[in-house]
Protein backbone atom coordinates (compact mmCIF):
# COMPACT_ATOMS: atom_id res chain seq x y z
CA UNK A 1 0.00 0.00 0.00
CA UNK A 2 1.83 3.32 -1.25
CA UNK A 3 1.67 5.82 1.27
CA UNK A 4 1.50 9.64 0.39
CA UNK A 5 3.83 10.51 -2.66
CA UNK A 6 5.35 13.85 -3.87
CA UNK A 7 7.31 15.07 -6.88
CA UNK A 8 9.94 16.84 -7.23
CA UNK A 9 11.80 15.76 -4.44
CA UNK A 10 14.11 19.27 -5.06
CA UNK A 11 13.33 21.95 -6.96
CA UNK A 12 15.17 25.20 -7.67
CA UNK A 13 13.74 28.20 -8.60
CA UNK A 14 14.17 32.22 -8.72
CA UNK A 15 12.52 34.65 -7.53
CA UNK A 16 9.45 35.77 -9.85
CA UNK A 17 9.03 32.59 -11.28
CA UNK A 18 5.84 30.29 -11.20
CA UNK A 19 6.09 26.75 -9.60
CA UNK A 20 3.69 23.60 -9.32
CA UNK A 21 4.15 20.60 -6.79
CA UNK A 22 2.24 17.47 -6.95
CA UNK A 23 0.57 15.31 -4.49
CA UNK A 24 -0.50 11.39 -4.75
CA UNK A 25 -3.34 10.73 -1.41
CA UNK A 26 -2.65 7.46 -0.03
CA UNK A 27 -4.63 4.86 -1.02
CA UNK A 28 -8.79 5.12 0.05
CA UNK A 29 -7.81 8.85 1.21
CA UNK A 30 -10.03 11.35 -0.33
CA UNK A 31 -8.66 14.70 1.35
CA UNK A 32 -5.69 16.76 0.80
CA UNK A 33 -3.83 19.20 2.79
CA UNK A 34 -0.95 21.46 2.14
CA UNK A 35 1.73 22.66 4.84
CA UNK A 36 4.82 24.99 4.63
CA UNK A 37 7.39 23.87 6.53
CA UNK A 38 10.62 26.68 6.97
CA UNK A 39 13.54 25.22 7.94
CA UNK A 40 13.74 25.04 11.52
CA UNK A 41 9.69 25.47 12.37
CA UNK A 42 6.89 23.85 12.89
CA UNK A 43 4.46 23.36 9.27
CA UNK A 44 2.31 25.95 8.91
CA UNK A 45 -1.15 24.71 6.85
CA UNK A 46 -2.14 26.04 3.65
CA UNK A 47 -5.02 25.11 2.29
CA UNK A 48 -7.39 21.82 2.36
CA UNK A 49 -8.67 19.91 -0.35
CA UNK A 50 -12.14 17.96 -0.68
CA UNK A 51 -14.28 17.02 -3.53
CA UNK A 52 -12.31 19.26 -5.78
CA UNK A 53 -12.81 22.31 -3.48
CA UNK A 54 -10.51 24.32 -0.87
CA UNK A 55 -12.62 23.67 1.95
CA UNK A 56 -10.25 25.39 4.58
CA UNK A 57 -7.03 28.16 3.91
CA UNK A 58 -4.60 29.32 6.34
CA UNK A 59 -2.95 33.11 6.59
CA UNK A 60 -1.14 32.57 3.28
CA UNK A 61 -1.67 35.01 0.22
CA UNK A 62 -3.73 33.96 -3.22
CA UNK A 63 -0.18 33.06 -4.78
CA UNK A 64 -0.33 30.40 -3.35
CA UNK A 65 -3.51 28.53 -5.29
CA UNK A 66 -4.39 24.66 -5.83
CA UNK A 67 -5.92 22.07 -7.38
CA UNK A 68 -7.65 18.67 -6.53
CA UNK A 69 -8.44 16.15 -9.55
CA UNK A 70 -11.05 13.44 -9.57
CA UNK A 71 -8.53 10.83 -8.59
CA UNK A 72 -8.03 12.78 -5.62
CA UNK A 73 -4.13 13.71 -6.30
CA UNK A 74 -3.52 17.59 -5.81
CA UNK A 75 -1.24 20.25 -6.93
CA UNK A 76 -0.19 23.38 -5.19
CA UNK A 77 0.77 26.49 -7.11
CA UNK A 78 2.89 29.27 -6.62
CA UNK A 79 3.03 32.32 -8.51
CA UNK A 80 5.85 35.55 -8.01
CA UNK A 81 8.09 33.62 -6.22
CA UNK A 82 9.88 35.22 -3.34
CA UNK A 83 12.66 34.58 -1.36
CA UNK A 84 10.71 33.64 1.84
CA UNK A 85 8.92 30.98 -0.02
CA UNK A 86 11.91 28.98 0.03
CA UNK A 87 10.48 26.17 2.69
CA UNK A 88 9.62 22.14 2.80
CA UNK A 89 6.05 21.51 1.04
CA UNK A 90 4.42 18.83 2.97
CA UNK A 91 1.38 17.12 1.31
CA UNK A 92 -1.02 15.20 3.98
CA UNK A 93 -3.69 13.24 3.15
CA UNK A 94 -6.78 11.89 4.71
CA UNK A 95 -10.22 9.88 5.39
CA UNK A 96 -13.18 12.05 4.29
CA UNK A 97 -16.15 13.57 6.21
CA UNK A 98 -17.83 10.09 6.75
CA UNK A 99 -14.69 7.73 7.61
CA UNK A 100 -15.55 8.94 11.65
CA UNK A 101 -12.84 9.83 14.30
CA UNK A 102 -10.29 12.51 14.06
CA UNK A 103 -9.26 13.54 10.49
CA UNK A 104 -5.58 11.59 11.07
CA UNK A 105 -3.12 13.14 8.59
CA UNK A 106 -0.72 11.26 6.98
CA UNK A 107 2.81 13.33 5.60
CA UNK A 108 4.33 12.72 2.15
CA UNK A 109 8.45 13.52 2.21
CA UNK A 110 7.79 16.86 0.86
CA UNK A 111 9.33 18.96 -2.15
CA UNK A 112 12.51 20.63 -1.41
CA UNK A 113 12.01 24.43 -2.87
CA UNK A 114 14.86 26.88 -3.05
CA UNK A 115 13.65 30.60 -4.34
CA UNK A 116 17.11 32.24 -5.71
CA UNK B 1 -5.48 31.55 20.33
CA UNK B 2 -4.51 28.94 17.38
CA UNK B 3 -0.87 28.64 19.00
CA UNK B 4 0.94 25.98 20.06
CA UNK B 5 3.32 26.28 22.26
CA UNK B 6 6.35 23.22 22.86
CA UNK B 7 9.59 22.98 24.67
CA UNK B 8 12.14 22.51 24.96
CA UNK B 9 13.56 23.55 21.97
CA UNK B 10 16.53 21.15 22.00
CA UNK B 11 16.93 18.18 24.53
CA UNK B 12 20.06 15.65 25.06
CA UNK B 13 18.91 12.16 26.84
CA UNK B 14 21.21 9.75 27.34
CA UNK B 15 20.35 6.21 26.38
CA UNK B 16 17.87 4.33 28.18
CA UNK B 17 16.51 7.71 29.54
CA UNK B 18 13.18 8.98 29.74
CA UNK B 19 12.59 12.29 27.36
CA UNK B 20 9.97 14.52 28.22
CA UNK B 21 8.51 17.20 25.77
CA UNK B 22 5.75 19.77 26.77
CA UNK B 23 3.01 21.31 24.63
CA UNK B 24 0.81 23.61 26.07
CA UNK B 25 -2.38 25.08 23.57
CA UNK B 26 -4.78 28.10 24.35
CA UNK B 27 -7.81 27.24 22.02
CA UNK B 28 -10.58 25.08 24.05
CA UNK B 29 -12.07 23.89 21.07
CA UNK B 30 -8.83 22.10 19.92
CA UNK B 31 -10.13 18.19 20.67
CA UNK B 32 -7.29 16.16 19.24
CA UNK B 33 -3.70 16.19 20.02
CA UNK B 34 -1.50 14.16 17.79
CA UNK B 35 2.18 13.81 18.35
CA UNK B 36 4.66 13.14 15.16
CA UNK B 37 7.73 12.35 14.70
CA UNK B 38 10.09 13.71 11.84
CA UNK B 39 13.76 12.41 10.53
CA UNK B 40 16.26 14.63 8.49
CA UNK B 41 14.50 14.77 5.00
CA UNK B 42 11.80 13.29 5.77
CA UNK B 43 7.93 14.26 6.37
CA UNK B 44 6.67 14.05 9.61
CA UNK B 45 5.17 10.56 10.90
CA UNK B 46 2.19 9.80 13.10
CA UNK B 47 4.11 8.75 16.73
CA UNK B 48 0.91 8.98 18.96
CA UNK B 49 -2.54 10.71 19.48
CA UNK B 50 -4.63 11.67 22.14
CA UNK B 51 -8.60 13.04 22.74
CA UNK B 52 -9.31 14.99 25.98
CA UNK B 53 -11.76 12.76 27.20
CA UNK B 54 -8.47 10.47 29.03
CA UNK B 55 -5.60 11.70 31.07
CA UNK B 56 -3.25 9.30 29.23
CA UNK B 57 -2.44 6.92 26.47
CA UNK B 58 0.28 4.55 26.04
CA UNK B 59 1.87 2.87 22.45
CA UNK B 60 4.86 1.16 23.57
CA UNK B 61 7.67 3.17 24.39
CA UNK B 62 5.74 6.23 24.05
CA UNK B 63 3.38 7.85 27.04
CA UNK B 64 0.77 11.24 26.20
CA UNK B 65 -0.15 12.81 29.43
CA UNK B 66 -3.09 15.47 29.16
CA UNK B 67 -3.83 17.68 31.69
CA UNK B 68 -7.30 18.91 30.02
CA UNK B 69 -8.17 21.86 33.10
CA UNK B 70 -4.36 23.37 32.76
CA UNK B 71 -4.75 22.74 29.06
CA UNK B 72 -1.01 21.08 28.46
CA UNK B 73 -0.40 17.82 27.01
CA UNK B 74 3.30 15.97 27.16
CA UNK B 75 5.15 12.85 25.18
CA UNK B 76 7.31 10.83 27.47
CA UNK B 77 9.53 8.15 25.96
CA UNK B 78 10.96 5.77 27.87
CA UNK B 79 13.81 3.60 27.40
CA UNK B 80 15.08 6.29 24.91
CA UNK B 81 17.55 5.07 22.07
CA UNK B 82 19.64 6.50 19.24
CA UNK B 83 17.24 5.69 17.30
CA UNK B 84 14.29 7.78 18.51
CA UNK B 85 17.21 11.00 17.57
CA UNK B 86 14.71 12.94 15.49
CA UNK B 87 12.59 16.10 15.45
CA UNK B 88 9.19 15.92 17.36
CA UNK B 89 6.02 18.03 16.79
CA UNK B 90 2.76 18.21 19.19
CA UNK B 91 -0.36 19.51 17.36
CA UNK B 92 -3.71 20.26 17.77
CA UNK B 93 -6.98 20.06 16.11
CA UNK B 94 -10.67 20.43 16.53
CA UNK B 95 -12.31 16.36 15.52
CA UNK B 96 -14.19 17.91 12.51
CA UNK B 97 -13.36 16.11 9.86
CA UNK B 98 -11.00 18.04 7.54
CA UNK B 99 -9.92 20.75 10.14
CA UNK B 100 -6.31 21.91 10.18
CA UNK B 101 -3.15 20.71 12.52
CA UNK B 102 -1.70 23.79 14.46
CA UNK B 103 1.61 22.41 15.04
CA UNK B 104 4.44 23.37 17.83
CA UNK B 105 7.85 24.62 16.83
CA UNK B 106 9.31 21.17 17.21
CA UNK B 107 11.59 19.86 19.61
CA UNK B 108 15.27 18.53 18.58
CA UNK B 109 15.77 15.08 20.24
CA UNK B 110 18.93 13.63 20.84
CA UNK B 111 19.85 10.32 22.61
CA UNK B 112 23.67 9.39 23.71
CA UNK B 113 24.67 6.30 23.71
Known amino acids: DAGVTQSPTHLIKTRGQQVTLRCSPK?????VSWYQQALGQGPQFIFQYYEEEERQRGNFPDRFSGHQFPNYSSELNVNALLLGDSALYLCASSLGPYAGGPDTQYFGPGTRLTVL | QQQVKQSPQSLIVQKGGISIINCAYE??????FPWYQQFPGKGPALLIA?????SEKKEGRFTISFNKSAKQFSLHIMDSQPGDSATYFC????????????FGAGTILRVKS
Open chain 1, 27 to 31: SGHDT
Open chain 2, 27 to 32: NTAFDY
Open chain 2, 91 to 102: AASKEEYGNKLV
Open chain 2, 50 to 54: IRPDV
